[in-house]
């Protein structure tokens, strides 16, 4: 696996949705097209493998947290997501999670579907993640947690629905903007 890191930014278009599917245990074992030629993977370098393998160090633990606490309840859940491409370059993500049962209500799989991310939801979830990020590595990931359960409750939000009303459409200007600006990088 590359560990470097790219200050890099790979533009996720309009359309493109990124799928993965893991087991109950987060080990992958399918990924569309769109999710391989974004992270820069083959399918069999993915598949197998722990879905922790494209995690971003910027991220943290935090979201994971309650993202996995959410899907093994069987609760979809909706997380903001920067991911690191096998060259070491970045791409944000909106993803909804989902779970699969088997005939006799057993977890059989995990599905996540990733979006792009409206650049007015980054404004918020940048500075947040990286405060998150911070207390994480002063006072561990409990203290991130306690810090984000506030933030949403003073806002009177569960993360769902702050990350629905952070992503609203993303305005058709923006999609080109970054479109060109990858052209010209
Ligand atoms: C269906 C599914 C999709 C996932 N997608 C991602 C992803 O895109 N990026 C990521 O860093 N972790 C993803 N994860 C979470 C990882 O399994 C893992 O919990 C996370 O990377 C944190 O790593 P850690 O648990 O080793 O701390 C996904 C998990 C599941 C079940």
Known sequence: MNENLLDKEISIGSRDIL??????????????????????????????ENHNFIRHPDMPKVIFHLMWKSIKKRKNITAIVKNRAKDGSYYWVITDFKTQEDYSGAIK????????????????????????????????????????????????????????????????????????KTLFS
């Open 19 to 48: 799928v993965t599917r893991t087991d109950h245990a987060g080990i992958i074992n399918y990924g569309n097209d769109a999710f391989l030629r974004i992270s820069g993977y083959s399918a069999n370098e993915t598949i197998g």
């Open 109 to 180: 799989d995990h599905i996540a579907y990733r979006r792009a991310v409206s650049k007015s939801a980054l404004e918020v979830i940048e500075p947040l993640y990286k405060t998150l990020l911070k207390i994480e590595k002063e006072s561990g990931v409990n203290a991130s947690i306690i810090y984000l359960n506030r933030y949403l409750a003073e806002r009177e939000l569960d993360y769902n629905t702050f990350i629905a009303q952070l992503n609203k459409k993303i305005p058709f200007t923006e999609v080109w903007s970054k479109k060109i």
